[in-house]
């Protein structure tokens, strides 16, 4: 049987359309940019060209969501609703914070009077949350949707969940390219915990 490379061709082709697409994401077209509007005023009997205010419109960038910022030493969580169930929490029903070491995540529900999660931080390691709040009644990992698409190195590819009965749930997400090790990313508060996954 003979080596033919047409053979393969279509597929090679094919290859190379797909890993161009991941590789090089369509980019956005530049909008030009407008110049402000030059005034002119009076400076003792001379003319004199200064640049006017720009428009608010022109000057106004998109902000990303909004991210709450500590609020000494703690999370605003003022806008929160009680958890019930944590199995039926998603993802946007809290608040958004930063963390530490850049770290963007979530805080969901109202803390307990005696929760041991009010002095946990978006962004800590399992280690350093397993020696503030103590060891979890249950614990494990789950992929993500992120795991399968080709080429992503990023974060959040696995996720590490543990459950404090009567406190809520924990779930870290995994670090960017080939690390092992998970940061606290969401934070379940919720008082009638059962303890189990």
């Not at 041991?116 to 993500?144: E, K, N």
């Amino acid at each position: 049987m003979k080596f033919s490379a047409i053979r393969y061709l279509p597929a090679a082709a094919a290859f190379l359309v797909l890993a161009g697409c991941v590789a090089n994401p369509p980019k956005e077209e530049a909008k030009p940019v407008q110049e402000a509007p030059v005034a002119e005023k009076k400076e003792a009997g001379k003319k004199t060209a200064a640049p006017a205010p720009a428009p608010a419109a022109a000057t106004a960038k998109k902000a990303p969501a909004p991210v709450a910022a500590a609020d000494k030493g703690g999370y605003n969580l003022s806008k929160n609703k009680p958890v019930t169930d944590s199995t039926k929490v998603e993802s946007g029903q809290g608040t958004m914070v930063k963390g530490i070491n850049d770290w963007e995540g979530e805080v969901t529900g109202v803390p307990g009077p005696k929760s041991r999660f009010t002095r946990l931080r978006i962004g800590m390691s399992q280690q350093q949350v397993v020696d503030l709040a103590g060891q979890p009644t249950d614990q494990g990992a789950y992929v993500t949707g992120k795991a399968f698409i080709p080429f992503y190195f990023g974060s959040d590819r696995s996720r590490w969940e543990m459950v404090y009965k009567g406190q809520g749930r924990l779930i870290f997400s995994n670090q960017s390219g080939f690390g092992s090790g998970y940061y606290l990313t969401w934070i379940i508060h919720n008082a009638n915990e059962g303890g189990y996954r």
